[in-house]
């Protein structure tokens, strides 16, 4: 559950301080199977825009894309397949130090079985997946379940907790879960006890062909000096943690993770308050890897008023506020952003279903990568598919095809009413440019007067031979 009602409250008053035409084989139009391999990104490029993307070992600009799988323990082999089959290309898994680490330098071997066990699918899959550090509310002694920070490594000065079982998100204000996280962050051993956790879980996981990276730290928070009511005093703490103590944690955990592992890409999360608009005050951090740096930017896209159960309202500005306010840090930084979480409970009323159609849209201008909240089956609770195991109402934007390659500079990218369109211009000749969309999908290219489509089942490779670089291209995907 995402369900943030108290923070939904604070925020919302901290805002206002000539072409080819290809037809395809009659198939299933909801499913898209394929079982390509996803490159591993080995470096960054640029759009037109002057978006920071990943690039593949040709140059090529990935666009990633997929879904959290939630809890590890309970995903199966038949999800990680279904998340390819509609022609994604990443996962999120959540991880958790309790259950990994339950006692002080006591590790769950069964534990690391069952993660590694959901990267081996993901490799089977052809997919890439990047593992997220998870909490809620600190960890297991305040109600956060089996997931965050161990009750060994909890100290919470036998100050109280009293949960709120109508708003789990209240219990970050609690006395005792605000010392906790400032015993976290400043308490040498526990500091040293968390970073000797991710040098192991880097340890273990290092070479895996399924593992893209790593995200630090999900949903940092941290201690409020004031008034947290005060929307002021919230957005001061969230700066000043962001300019000190989770800076000073991330450059320990990159470290960590760095000392055995110099591959892996490593994302970095602001606050939550990014999500209503409030930029981020982290600094840039250094790579001490060989080689160009591998640090990305993975906020997460949530409008707390429909998470408190609203539908969502399209004249309040969320997504604008928010595009506004996310674009700066990684432009800034020349970071890959990856959107780590997003998504609605429910897409099923007419506000979120055009909240998802324009959150997509949002994120082909300002993200390299995203990952919806989350893969299951049901009538709501975020579930991306309805009982029968079709993309449920509201979520088809998320589904859509779209380019998981481009062999060029990317200029432009939209989904509207079914129909995809990419404009690019080629950098060089001979780079295929790869599609995901439904096997009855339709493709047609303008620019170039030779068109080279390879298709497969739920995919397609599009090669420009006679191309001139800095040329236009559109390729236009209709149902």
Same mark, same amino acid.
């Given at each position: 559950?995402?369900?943030?009602?108290?923070?939904?409250?604070?925020?919302?008053?901290?805002?206002?301080? *000539?072409? !080819?035409?290809?037809?395809?084989?009659?198939?299933?139009?909801?499913q898209?199977q394929?079982?390509?391999?996803?490159?591993?990104p080995?470096?960054? &490029?640029?759009d037109?825009?002057?978006?920071? =993307?990943?690039?593949?070992?040709?140059?090529?600009?990935?666009?990633l894309r997929? @879904?959290n799988?939630d809890?590890?323990?309970?995903?199966t082999?038949?999800?990680v397949?279904?998340i +390819?089959a509609?022609?994604?290309?990443l996962?999120?898994?959540?991880?958790s130090?309790?259950?990994?680490?339950?006692?002080?330098?006591?590790?769950?071997?069964? #534990?690391?079985?069952?993660?590694r066990?959901?990267? /081996?699918?993901?490799?089977?899959?052809?997919?890439?997946?990047?593992?997220?550090?998870?909490?809620?509310?600190?960890g297991?002694?305040?109600?956060?379940?089996?997931?965050?920070?161990?009750?060994?490594?909890?100290?919470?000065d036998?100050?109280p907790?009293?949960?709120d079982?109508?708003d789990?998100?209240?219990?970050?204000?609690?006395?005792?879960?605000?010392?906790?996280?400032?015993?976290?962050?400043?308490d040498?051993d526990?500091?040293?006890?968390q970073?000797?956790?991710?040098?192991?879980?880097?340890?273990e996981?290092?070479?895996?062909?399924?593992?893209?990276g790593?995200d630090?730290?999900?949903?940092? @928070?941290?201690?409020?000096?004031g008034?947290?009511?005060d929307?002021a005093?919230l957005?001061?703490? +969230?700066?000043?943690l #962001?300019? *000190?103590?989770?800076a000073d944690?991330y450059?320990?955990?990159?470290?960590a993770?760095?000392?055995? /592992?110099d591959?892996?890409?490593?994302?970095?999360?602001?606050?939550v308050?990014?999500?209503?608009?409030?930029?981020?005050? =982290?600094?840039g @951090?250094?790579?001490p890897?060989?080689?160009p740096?591998?640090?990305?930017?993975a906020?997460?896209?949530?409008?707390?008023?429909?998470?408190?159960?609203?539908d969502? /309202?399209?004249?309040? *500005? @969320?997504? #604008?506020?928010?595009?506004?306010?996310?674009?700066?840090?990684?432009?800034?930084?020349?970071l890959?952003?990856?959107? $780590?979480?997003?998504?609605?409970?429910?897409a099923?009323?007419p506000?979120n279903a055009?909240l998802? %159609?324009?959150? &997509?849209?949002a994120m082909?201008?300002? +993200? !390299?990568?995203? &990952?919806?909240?989350?893969?299951?089956?049901?009538d709501g609770?975020?579930c991306?598919?309805g009982p029968d195991?079709?993309p449920?109402?509201?979520?088809?934007p998320?589904?859509?095809p779209? +380019?998981?390659?481009v062999?060029?500079?990317?200029?432009a990218?939209?989904l509207?009413?079914?129909?995809?369109? =990419?404009?690019?211009?080629?950098? %060089?000749? *001979?780079?295929w440019?790869?599609?995901a969309?439904? /096997?009855t !999908?339709?493709?047609?290219?303008? $620019?170039?007067?030779v068109?080279v489509v390879?298709r497969?089942?739920? !995919?397609?490779?599009v090669?420009?031979?006679a191309a %001139?670089?800095?040329?236009t291209?559109?390729?236009?995907? &209709?149902?």
């Amino acid at each position: 559950m995402r369900i943030r009602r108290t923070l939904a409250a604070l925020c919302l008053a901290a805002a206002v301080l *000539g072409g !080819a035409t290809v037809p395809a084989a009659a198939a299933d139009p909801g499913q898209r199977q394929t079982t390509a391999r996803v490159p591993f990104p080995t470096g960054t &490029t640029v759009d037109a825009s002057g978006r920071t =993307l990943f690039a593949d070992p040709r140059g090529r600009a990935l666009n990633l894309r997929g @879904f959290n799988l939630d809890k590890y323990a309970e995903a199966t082999e038949a999800d990680v397949g279904a998340i +390819a089959a509609h022609g994604f290309t990443l996962i999120r898994l959540p991880v958790s130090w309790t259950r990994l680490e339950p006692a002080r330098d006591r590790y769950d071997r069964a #534990e690391f079985d069952r993660v590694r066990r959901v990267l /081996d699918w993901a490799e089977e899959y052809g997919l890439l997946a990047v593992v997220d550090f998870h909490q809620d509310v600190y960890g297991p002694k305040f109600g956060g379940g089996d997931r965050g920070i161990p009750v060994w490594a909890t100290r919470d000065d036998d100050l109280p907790f009293t949960p709120d079982p109508d708003d789990w998100f209240a219990g970050y204000f609690q006395p005792a879960v605000q010392a906790a996280f400032r015993h976290l962050y400043d308490d040498a051993d526990l500091r040293r006890w968390q970073t000797d956790f991710y040098t192991t879980v880097a340890r273990e996981l290092l070479g895996h062909r399924a593992l893209l990276g790593y995200d630090l730290f999900n949903e940092p @928070f941290g201690p409020i000096e004031g008034d947290p009511s005060d929307p002021a005093v919230l957005a001061a703490a +969230a700066a000043e943690l #962001e300019r *000190g103590r989770l800076a000073d944690m991330y450059r320990r955990l990159i470290t960590a993770v760095r000392a055995v /592992d110099d591959s892996a890409w490593l994302f970095v999360e602001p606050t939550v308050l990014v999500g209503q608009g409030v930029p981020t005050a =982290l600094p840039g @951090f250094a790579d001490p890897r060989r080689g160009p740096d591998r640090i990305g930017y993975a906020p997460h896209f949530y409008d707390t008023a429909v998470e408190a159960g609203r539908d969502w /309202d399209p004249t309040g *500005g @969320f997504v #604008e506020a928010y595009t506004a306010a996310i674009t700066a840090y990684p432009r800034a930084h020349r970071l890959p952003v990856l959107v $780590g979480e997003w998504g609605p409970p429910s897409a099923r009323t007419p506000g979120n279903a055009d909240l998802v %159609r324009r959150q &997509t849209a949002a994120m082909s201008g300002f +993200a !390299a990568a995203w &990952t919806m909240w989350y893969w299951c089956r049901g009538d709501g609770g975020y579930c991306a598919l309805g009982p029968d195991g079709r993309p449920a109402p509201g979520h088809g934007p998320a589904f859509g095809p779209y +380019a998981t390659a481009v062999a060029g500079t990317p200029v432009a990218e939209t989904l509207r009413d079914g129909v995809y369109t =990419l404009t690019f211009t080629p950098t %060089r000749p *001979g780079g295929w440019t790869e599609l995901a969309l439904a /096997d009855t !999908a339709r493709i047609t290219v303008t $620019g170039t007067p030779v068109t080279v489509v390879h298709r497969t089942p739920g !995919a397609a490779r599009v090669l420009l031979p006679a191309a %001139r670089p800095h040329t236009t291209v559109t390729v236009t995907v &209709t149902p």
